[in-house]
């Protein structure tokens, strides 16, 4: 945790560069098929995209993944979708957190022996670039860091009040934690991040900002070639009750998410009359406090938490909503990370609300916050308010799910593979020598 501080790793004497290199190799936390989770999915399309646009992209996973989650049987190489993971898995995993980097590091350089790659890539958080940077320049190659998020606002963002997030900010954890994040995408060839807010963030930290570059979330071009059906027909096919005005989310039930302010907002509309009800799909530590604030406001039969689902019943379920909701609170993480959901929403056709936080607005764009598509978060008044007015005014539903696919349109993972072979081929001649 400590800036300045190098992994102790000696490389194998073998390991150097390989004049017919091409390709990306990733190191990745964790992935599919073993973990469902929005840092796998974009994981495995920015996969896909990369290869799309002839980077040839593999993937390794950290050391001891996916066994120390429970994969016991876990095989050491996993395709999906035609894509590779490979996985780390050596006989004892080393008993200390630096003992278990220098095994990664040590099968992450075997791995660029044998596949030979052009550059490498990680994610954060920083033990994932500790490793990378070190085989990196064993192998005299360059490297790039994907900043999905600051570690440091995770972490306080997932504290259960405000006492303790601000006892969390001033502790020494998040100081280092965050110089050190610095210190990392400073140190890589070129940075990766998901929102202008993300990137204005690094930049104040003393990232190059030069070397930061945007790459949102993007979404599946089939998304918006599906038949959609209405609402009603949709919530008949997952067994839910075709009447009511369903508004929810597809998401982890985590506190930051904001959940509490949708069930509050779903409350004040019913105590005016109107038919409101909450969809809220997924798992999370929040799920059983959102569960009992749901039985203290009598929404009994009107709220339905449905826990995980398969990966490809999500859709199904997003369909069966008449508003798709993002109503996130006001924290550090959540005025710099992106989600996907929203863009996922809008491709989907569902009509969308969320918080008037920066990431949110960005991933909206004006024409929608002018048409009403956010509400100050934390407000559950004015999101109510809201609500109700779509409720009873199809055309602006209609409106609003028109210019959310056109928006969406303009964001598929195709597109956003282009910019990793461009900034891939501005760094090195190394780096035009991709395969076809």
Known sequence: MTPGTRLRWTPDRDARPNASASGVLHLLTNSLPHTQSGYTVR???????QREAGLSPTAMTRVGYPVVVGGLRAAALDVVDGIEYHRALPARLASTPDGRLVQQADALAKLAGRVRPAVLQTTTHYPNALVVREVAEALGLPWAYEVRGMLEQTWVAGLGSDEARERA?????FL????REAEMASAADVVFTLSRSMRDDLSERGVPRERIHLVPNGIDPALLERALPTPAAARAAVGLPQEGFWVGSTSSLVDYEGFDVLLDAVRLARADGHDVRALLVGDGAARKALEMQAQRSGLEGTVVFTGRVPTDAVAAYRDALDVF???????????????????EAMASGRPLLVSALPPLLDSIGEELQTL???????????????????????????????????RAAARTWRSVGTTYRERFDAIGAKLGMWED
């Open 43 to 49: 994981s495995h399309e920015v996969l896909k995209a």
């Open 169 to 173: 900010m001033a502790s020494e954890r």
């Open 176 to 179: 280092l934690t965050r110089e």
């Open 325 to 343: 909701v993002v109503p996130r609170h006001d924290r550090a993480v959540t005025r710099t990370v992106s989600p996907l959901k929203p863009i």
């Open 372 to 406: 009403g598509a956010s509400v100050p978060a934390g407000d559950a008044g004015a999101l109510a308010a809201r609500i109700v007015e779509l409720s009873v005014d199809e055309a602006a539903r209609l409106r609003l799910a028109a210019l959310g696919r056109t």
